[in-house]
């Protein structure tokens, strides 16, 4: 492993900061104490970021799902802007990231970082079919790994999209039909032990899973434990062999998306049943990441990120009702929602001796804004045909404050492809509801005055929980909104050109 992940890379002798972009799946914003003191799920190793770093209260995810959130993480540009206009990728489906399209990790290549993703990809790959065609769109939710020819190479991911190394898989690891690591362009072992689906522990409806092929020794509980020594090992690697260049690594967990499968060590640890045990699992991995990184003296050189893709599963309603847990804190809606619990994320961050410690930040920041971000801090230069949707959070990660917000106005996405958007304190929904889950076929969500009217208008300074609708009270505020966002649109970018 060791000599793939040093290919394509060439030291560059200009001392720039590492950075390290730990990305949780489906961790909600009430579940970190640092965010929401009520959590009754033990984080202490993020907390312990938070203490020696900065937290940001009024981060956001791109999308209410993982697969557009990704995109936008990876190019700084909204997923809507391409052929993805709602939902999420399988593990066939082909590669949202168009050939040729500037992501992070290309930037930072140019710019002599070495570069590796370990975890869940989910932003889609290009398989062959066993009579040779090319898996397309259209028949991307193939379920039958037979019709796909593994002794291809499998292109369009990571080290097709600027990445040197990769070691994970291709869409969510224990739930999207192929249960397999793949190791920059091939499967570790042929998937060709097939997986029943249905519940993975009986009488626990949290752990159902897929039907699908499984690789041997692909254990669907231990995933996070492996991508952690993944990472590790390239830690140790490069603070061995490459401690002058700098890397940037990404690594993208399976917790806590469902089905929920902690390791056995964490089983029964939380006092919040199995979805805080692998809440707890996922703390543990970035305890780990982050100890590593001082253990080998990489601290004061290295821009730790620690964040989650969007707001917490339906399941967790649940365990709101079993132990008193509210995994969306305060906030209202859940994954896959335009409301707040839907897309606002925790977000930690550390630079030892560079951020403040113990800073608290209410700065708007989006996810696709690590591009422009990254870009500052490795002195690049951000083309005008790439980022767009990406701005320069790095005053406000260092804890500084300007006269204005950084970003004009952010654009939330759901997973039925319904818009809103966000100017300082004023959140316009174009639509009625939450943007996917119905309420009235789950547990209700807190009363909202106004359901009838055809949009929502919150202002989230007074309205944080977004209950008082005022779209019909503040026409001029809904249609400023609504134009700015057709801007947005029809200019293909919300950033400034340079």
Sequence with gaps: MASAMAQGAQKNPAKRPNILFILAD????????????????????????????IRFTDAHSPSGVCSPTRYGVLTGRYAWRGWLKRGVLLAYSPAMIEAGRLTVAGLLKQQGYRTAAVGKWH???????????????????????????????????????????????????????????????????L????????????????????????????????????LKD???????????????????????????????????????????????????????????????????????????IFTSDNGPEVCVREVRQE????????????????WEGGHRVPFVARWTGRIPKGATSTETLCLTDLMATAAAVSGALLPNNAGEDSYDMLPALLGKKGKRPIREATVHHS????????????????????????????????????????????NLRADPQERVNLYRRRPEIVARLTALLKQYQDAGRSRPKG
């Excluded at 009430?30 to 020696?52: L, W, Y």
């Excluded at 990571?158 to 739930?175: E, I, L, Q, R, S």
């Excluded at 132990?323 to 335009?338: E, I, M, P, Q, Y």
């Design 123 to 189: 932003v889609g790959m290009t398989f062959t079919k066993a009579n040779g065609e090319i898996v397309t769109q259209k028949d991307g939710y193939i379920r039958d790994a037979g019709q796909i020819d593994f002794s291809k190479p499998i292109l369009g991911g990571p080290v097709d999209c600027g990445f040197d190394y990769f070691f994970g898989n291709a869409a969510c690891p224990t739930t999207d039909y192929l249960y397999s690591y793949i190791e920059n362009r091939a499967t570790v072992g």
């Design 323 to 338: 132990f008193g847990h509210n995994a969306s804190g305060s906030l209202r809606g859940l994954k896959r929602d335009n």
């Design 230 to 304: 993944v990472s590790v090992r390239f830690l140790e690697e490069h603070a061995k062999a490459h401690r002058e260049q700098p890397f940037f690594l990404y690594h993208a967990m399976s917790a806590a998306h469902m089905p929920i499968l902690p390791a056995k060590e964490f089983r029964g640890k939380s006092g919040v049943g199995l979805y805080g045990d692998f809440v707890m699992e996922a703390d543990w991995v970035v305890g780990e990441l982050v100890k590593t990184v001082d253990r080998l003296g990489l601290g004061e050189d290295t821009i730790i």
């Design 191 to 226: 998937p060709t032990i097939a997986e029943p689906g249905g519940h993975y522990e009986k009488d626990q409806p949290m752990t159902e899973y897929r039907a699908g092929m499984r690789s041997p020794g692909f254990d669907l509980t231990t995933v996070d434990v492996t």
């Design 26 to 53: 489906d961790v909600g914003y009430g579940d970190v104490r640092c965010f929401h003191a009520a959590s009754k799920i033990p984080t202490p190793n993020i907390d312990r970021m938070a203490q020696e770093g």
């Design 415 to 458: 997973f039925d492809g319904s818009f809103a958007i966000r100017q300082g304190d004023w959140k316009l929904l174009l639509h009625q509801g939450a943007g996917d889950n119905n309420y009235t076929k789950i547990a209700p969500e807190l009363p909202v005055s106004e359901p009838d009217a055809t949009g929502q208008l919150y």
